[in-house]
C-alpha cells in the first residue's frame, strides 16, 4: 500500500466497514460516517447491490477514500479494480492476489490469520496485513504473539472488533488501526 494511504489509515485509527445490506442502507451508512468524519470507508462485496452502490458512492465523493472488501477470486479483483478504488482487502491471501496487486501498482490489503500466511505476504514484499477473523483467531492476544515473531509487520484487525473490546488492539505495536462493522 502507498505510505500517504498507510499514514491516513493510521491517523484515523479506525477503518469502518460497511458490510452486507441494499442500496439504501449501504449509503445510509456511507453518508453517516462521512458525517462522522470518516475520510476511508471499506464497502464490502457481500450483497448484489454493493458494487453498483459503491461506485456510485465514489463518484457522488470523490474526496472520501473508498476501498472494496471481500475480494475473493482473482477475476472479480481485476474487474473491480477497473473501477479505480482507492484500495482493495481481501479476506485471505493468495498468490495471484499478490502478484496481480504488485504487477499493477493497486493498494491491496490481504487477509492473514497464520504464520504461513503472513510468511507469503513477506515474500511478496506485504508489510501491512488484515488480521481475519480477529476475535476468532484469538484476538489481541494472538496479534501480541505474532508481534514477538513478525515485529516488522503491520496489521488492521478486523472481525469481531467493536467499542468494547477495541482498545485492547490500540494497545499494541503491530496495529496500526482496526477495522469494523459496528462503528
Not at 499514514?7 to 441494499?22: A, D, N, R, V, Y
Not at 484469538?138 to 467499542?163: A, Q, V, Y
Request: proline residues 3%; charged residues 25%; aromatic residues 10%.
Amino acid at each position: 500500500m502507498k505510505i500517504e494511504l498507510i499514514e491516513s489509515i493510521k491517523k484515523q485509527k479506525i477503518l469502518p466497514i460497511i458490510g452486507k445490506g441494499s442500496e439504501i442502507e449501504i449509503t445510509n451508512k456511507f453518508n453517516r460516517l462521512v458525517s462522522d468524519k470518516y475520510n476511508i470507508i471499506e464497502i464490502t462485496l457481500r450483497s448484489d447491490v454493493a458494487l453498483k452502490t459503491a461506485i456510485k458512492l465514489k463518484k457522488q465523493n470523490p474526496n472520501i477514500k473508498i476501498g472494496l472488501g471481500s475480494i475473493k477470486s482473482l477475476s472479480v479483483f481485476e474487474e473491480v479494480a477497473k473501477s479505480k478504488f482507492d484500495f482493495y482487502i481481501s479476506p485471505g491471501i493468495n498468490n495471484k492476489f499478490l502478484e496481480f496487486s504488485n504487477n499493477n501498482n493497486i493498494n491491496f490489503l490481504p487477509g492473514v490469520s497464520t504464520p504461513s500466511e503472513i510468511l507469503t505476504a513477506i515474500e511478496y514484499n506485504f508489510k501491512i496485513l488484515k488480521y481475519f477473523h480477529s476475535e476468532k483467531n484469538g484476538g489481541s492476544k494472538s496479534l501480541k504473539f505474532l508481534d514477538e515473531i513478525f515485529n516488522d509487520i503491520k496489521f488492521i484487525p478486523t472481525g469481531g472488533i467493536n467499542r468494547e473490546n477495541m482498545s485492547s488492539y490500540f494497545e499494541l505495536n503491530n496495529v496500526i488501526a482496526i477495522g469494523s462493522t459496528s462503528i
